[in-house]
């Protein structure tokens, strides 16, 4: 198996730093960039064997036959990545196309 992230979620991650330190959820630049590599690590390691379930039409605009696992990171977060699933010569391969959270997705699931 496999995880792979479109740039789009690269890029998303990366402003997600920015956008936590920015906004005062952590006190430092440092502290917000290791949540959000502990994020990114946990979506790798992990999608594979966690639960998923199809993902609504609404996410259609980020493909077609989506797929959505939850990340929790505390009693008030969790993120949820969606992405599709491929078999490339016997191997899967799980590609994120889009990471949203619980204060900016929970409407539409």
């Known amino acids: ?25 952590f006190p430092f630049e ?16 992990n999608l594979p064997s966690k639960r998923h379930k199809p993902a609504p039409p609404y996410y259609n605009r980020y493909g077609k036959g989506l797929y959505y696992a939850v990340f929790k990171k505390n009693r008030r977060t ?6 599709s ?3 490339d010569s016997g191997q899967t391969i799980y590609l994120v196309c889009y990471i949203g959270n619980n204060h900016t997705d929970a409407q539409h699931l």
């Open 1 to 25: 198996m496999k995880v792979l992230v479109t740039s789009e979620v690269q890029a998303y991650m990366n402003r997600l730093v920015k956008i936590l330190y920015e906004m005062g959820y």
């Open 30 to 45: 440092h502290t917000a960039q290791k949540y959000v590599k502990e994020l990114y690590d946990d979506i790798k390691i």
């Open 78 to 83: 969790s993120y949820y990545a969606f992405f």
């Open 85 to 87: 699933k491929y078999n």
